[in-house]
C-alpha cells in the first residue's frame, strides 16, 4: 500500500472484510437455527454475554475505531482500550500463548466472568456498535433458557457451534494483514486478541498506516499480537 495517506484504503478493505465475514455469519446463523431452532432471545436482558471475555482481530478493530472516530466518542474509545489493556495483562500474567489452549484460556475467562464488567461498547444496555460487532459475538447464539444464563464454563448454557464462524475471521484477518503488509513468503497468522487491544490496532491503521500494524507485531511497540508490554 503505496499511498501517503492510506486510511481510506485501509477501511475500504478493512469494511470489505467485515462484509464478508458478516455473510458468512449470516449463512451460518441460518443453519444453526434450522439445527437448533430459534435462539432463546434476541436482546439480552442480564448482563451475562456482554461481560464475557471477547477476541477480536483487526480488521474488526479498525471498523469499530473508524465508528468511534467518526462519532467523536473518544470516551468509549479510551473505555474499550483501556479494558483491552486490562484483559491483555490477564493473558500475559497467566503466561497464556497463541494459540490458547482451551484448559488455559478458560481459566481467564472464568475469572473475567466473575469480575462482571460490562464491554465498554454498551450505551444503556445495549451495544453501540452492534452492526459491526466481532465475529466472537456474532455468533454466540444460546438456546438454552434465560433464567440458566451465567458462566459458559458452568455447564447450564447451551449454545451453537460457533467454531465455522471463528475460524473464517481468523482466515479473512490473514488476509487483511497480508494485503496491507509486506511480510515475504510467509502469510502472516492473525492473532486473535482482546477486543480493545483490536480497537487500538484500528486506531494506529488508521491514523498512522500498516507501519504501525507491523511495530505491534514486531513487538516493537507494546501490545502486539503476543500481548507482551
Known amino acids: 500500500m503505496k499511498s501517503k495517506n492510506p486510511a481510506f484504503q485501509i477501511l475500504r478493505l478493512a469494511r470489505k472484510t ?5 455473510n458468512c455469519v449470516k449463512a451460518w446463523r441460518q443453519r444453526a437455527t434450522k439445527e437448533n431452532g430459534k435462539a432463546s432471545c434476541s436482546r439480552c436482558t442480564k448482563p451475562f454475554c456482554c461481560s464475557q471475555f471477547v477476541l477480536a482481530h483487526a480488521f474488526e478493530g479498525t471498523t469499530i475505531a473508524w465508528a468511534l472516530m467518526q462519532r467523536n466518542d473518544k470516551e468509549t474509545l479510551k473505555a474499550i482500550i483501556a479494558q483491552g489493556k486490562r484483559q491483555a495483562q490477564m493473558i500475559l500474567d497467566a503466561e497464556c500463548q497463541f494459540p490458547y489452549k482451551p484448559e488455559e484460556f478458560d481459566n481467564i475467562t472464568s475469572e473475567w466472568f466473575v ?3 460490562p464491554c465498554a461498547l454498551l450505551k444503556d444496555a445495549r451495544c453501540s456498535v452492534y ?7 456474532s455468533s454466540y447464539l444460546v438456546y438454552s433458557p434465560p433464567e440458566q444464563c451465567g458462566p459458559p464454563s458452568g455447564g447450564l448454557v447451551k449454545a451453537a457451534n460457533g467454531a465455522p464462524p471463528l475460524a473464517a475471521g481468523i482466515a479473512l484477518d490473514s488476509t487483511f494483514m497480508a494485503s496491507l503488509i509486506d511480510f515475504g513468503e510467509d502469510k502472516p497468522l492473525a492473532v486473535p486478541v482482546p477486543l480493545g487491544i483490536a480497537v487500538l490496532y484500528g486506531v494506529a491503521l488508521l491514523t498512522e498506516g500498516p507501519d504501525a500494524l507491523l511495530q505491534f507485531i514486531r513487538k516493537e511497540r507494546p501490545y502486539g499480537p503476543a500481548v507482551e508490554d
Open 131 to 137: 452492526g459491526l460487532r466481532p465475529v466472537a459475538c
Open 115 to 117: 469480575m462482571q464488567e
Open 18 to 22: 467485515h462484509h464478508e465475514i458478516k
